[in-house]
């Protein structure tokens, strides 16, 4: 499986981004995708995870409230939609996908088998 992130940039406080992570290759293999981030810094931290199939979605407790996961199935294509963004925000954020072999959607790194490359984020205040 291979993943493609895009969708960062220079945003301003205030604004809404929506991350994009397209999924290619073995496609159904996928158990869940999971969004991580890491700022300046600071060590990579979970953000939110969906289960590939039924959608089932899962937030760090810093991220509800302002952030959505979401899937398109058929497109093999995972979303992260940021609203109200903060310049704490800033980080490049990583897609990652475990396999069905897991058939887990955790927080845990160590729990992802396939990872994107990354999209920066830069929030401006």
């Known amino acids: 499986v291979q993943l493609q992130a895009s969708g960062g940039g220079l945003v301003m406080a205030g604004d809404s981004l929506r991350l994009s992570c397209v999924a290619s290759?073995?496609?159904?293999?996928?158990?869940?995708m999971g969004w991580f981030r890491q700022a300046p810094g600071k060590e990579r931290e979970f953000v939110a995870a969906i289960t590939w199939s039924g959608g089932r979605s899962y937030f760090d407790e810093s991220a509800k409230g302002r952030f959505t996961i979401s899937r398109e199935y058929a497109k093999n294509t995972g979303y992260l939609q940021i609203d109200a963004l903060k310049y704490e925000d800033t980080a490049i954020y990583y897609c990652?996908?475990?396999?069905?072999?897991?058939?887990?959607?955790?927080?845990?790194?160590?729990?992802?088998?396939?990872w994107g490359q990354g999209t920066l984020v830069t929030v401006s205040s």
């Open positions: 290759g073995r496609t159904f293999s996928i158990y869940a």
């Open positions: 990652a996908a475990s396999d069905k072999s897991r058939g887990r959607a955790t927080r845990d790194e160590a729990d992802y088998d396939y």
